[in-house]
């Protein structure tokens, strides 16, 4: 199994940065994690899921959603196991909950079998 924890979240001003990072524990993820990719994404209220940012836990590529493009930055540090979503420049926004996600998603979300609990994000103007 594989557990992921997210923390990070709050309150920012616009213009401002936060820095989400998500741990992840659990045989699973020590033993057989080749290939995956870990994921971010967010969920306003009312709305569907919608995929941020994933990272390959190994090659270290990435990609992005159009919307966060030279904004956030997703990395990964694989000797302490934890994912981290840098962003910068916000935006007065619809408050979201960012969800990391772990498995071999890419920027699909169906693709991703473990998930984390969610850490609420608020930008205000």
């Known amino acids: 199994q594989v557990q992921l924890v997210e923390s990070g979240g709050g309150l920012a001003q616009a213009g401002g940065s936060l820095r989400l990072s998500c741990a992840a524990s659990g045989r699973t993820f020590s033993t057989n994690t080749m290939g995956w990719f870990m994921g971010w994404f967010r969920q306003p209220p009312g709305k569907e899921r919608e995929f941020v940012a994933a990272i390959r836990r190994f090659s270290g590529s990435t990609n992005y959603a159009d919307f966060p493009k030279g904004r956030f930055a997703i990395s990964i540090n694989n000797y302490n196991d934890t994912e981290y979503l840098r962003m910068n420049r916000l935006r007065p926004e619809n408050p979201a909950v960012y969800y990391c996600?772990?498995?071999?998603?890419?920027?699909?979300?169906?693709?991703?079998?473990?998930w984390g609990q969610g850490t609420q994000v608020t930008v205000a103007a």
């Open positions: 996600a772990g498995e071999r998603g890419g920027n699909c979300e169906s693709g991703y079998g473990y």
